[in-house]
């Protein structure tokens, strides 16, 4: 008998579900779930903007944009419509909202979640934009600027050329480039998600080795989908814990300069004598007598850094000095 009330009741409530969407479909202003009319406009390569429009039954909203990746990412802490509230938008009314700084080439999706006017939350839905392609068909060309070299960071920068869609860089000690070579650090550098760009990256790699080479790599791809060639910089970091001229009984004189610039010290015979810009790059080099001189006369009017290391390379000493 119990079965039997159940499933009138069930009946019942499917008439009358079917009843109330039959009025909708004959035009009655009758409305049941709240709903979001969502409008994409102004898309580019890095920006979109969405209008909403909420029925009469949706109280507010809430709403979200994200690609796939970040999909992935994220809803393996929590579901979609928990991401929905905790980093949406809330909105009461029509409201329009524009998304900048997003990826080229990259589909998102707009995630919208109404509430009924008794504040019940509706199971959400979207629409999907894409980016616009960024890049040309000529070649893809990445250029490399070092600074503000210390004992353990450097500032990257790397900055594509209008022909590129997308680049990769990374940075890798020169002594591992040397060993393994070009092709494989770039495998290296395009085996992390992160090292890959549409923008120029500007960056200041922390805990770098004192007194090391490191090698900058960059490599971009154009809209055809067609490498560019590779783009290297090479530079070394500044050694640790040197701050006299006496360090490591090394002298330096005349400071400024203006013509040779004399080394002394002991035990200095078979050291190399090398000058770096500010930036890091190896300007010079020269084998030492017990007591020598380093040419600047060639050298611009500016700051560089003198470094002398032993036969083994192990750096005994550096001084920034200052040509005139």
Sequence with gaps: MKKTVTLVLMLSFLTAVSAQRDVVS?????????????????????SFTASFTPNAE???????????????????LMPVENLITTWGISAV?????????????????IFVKPYD??????????????????????TSCISISVSEITDSTARV???????????????????????????SAKTIIRSNPTNIHYTTDDWVWPSLSSGTGY???????????????????????LSAGVGNYETHHIILYPVPVNGPLHIAGS???????????????????KTLEADDTVVTDKLSAGVYV??????????????KIVVE
């Design 26 to 46: 004959e035009g009655k202003s009758v409305l049941v779930d709240p709903a979001v009319t969502v409008t994409i406009t102004n898309v580019t390569e890095s």
């Design 58 to 76: 949706c109280s507010r909203y809430e709403y979200l944009a994200m690609n796939d990746q970040e999909i992935m990412i994220w809803t393996a």
């Design 157 to 183: 920068i790397c900055t594509p050329n209008d022909e590129t869609a997308s680049f990769f860089d990374g940075l890798v000690t020169t002594e591992l480039l040397d060993e393994i070579g070009l092709d």
């Design 306 to 319: 003198l470094r002398v290391v032993d036969a083994q390379g192990t750096a005994l000493g550096q001084k």
């Design 93 to 109: 009314g029509p409201d329009t909202h524009t998304w900048e700084e997003m990826l080229p080439n990259m589909t998102y999706k």
């Design 215 to 237: 090698t900058v790599i960059a490599f971009g791809l154009n809209a055809a989908g067609e490498w560019g060639p590779d783009s290297t910089l090479a530079f070394t970091t």
């Design 117 to 138: 006017t008794g504040s019940t939350p509706y199971p959400y839905t979207y629409i999907e934009v894409t980016t616009l392609e960024q890049g040309g068909v000529g």
């Design 267 to 285: 035990d200095l015979a078979g050291c190399r004598a090398q000058i770096f810009s500010i930036n890091g790059q190896l300007i010079s080099e």
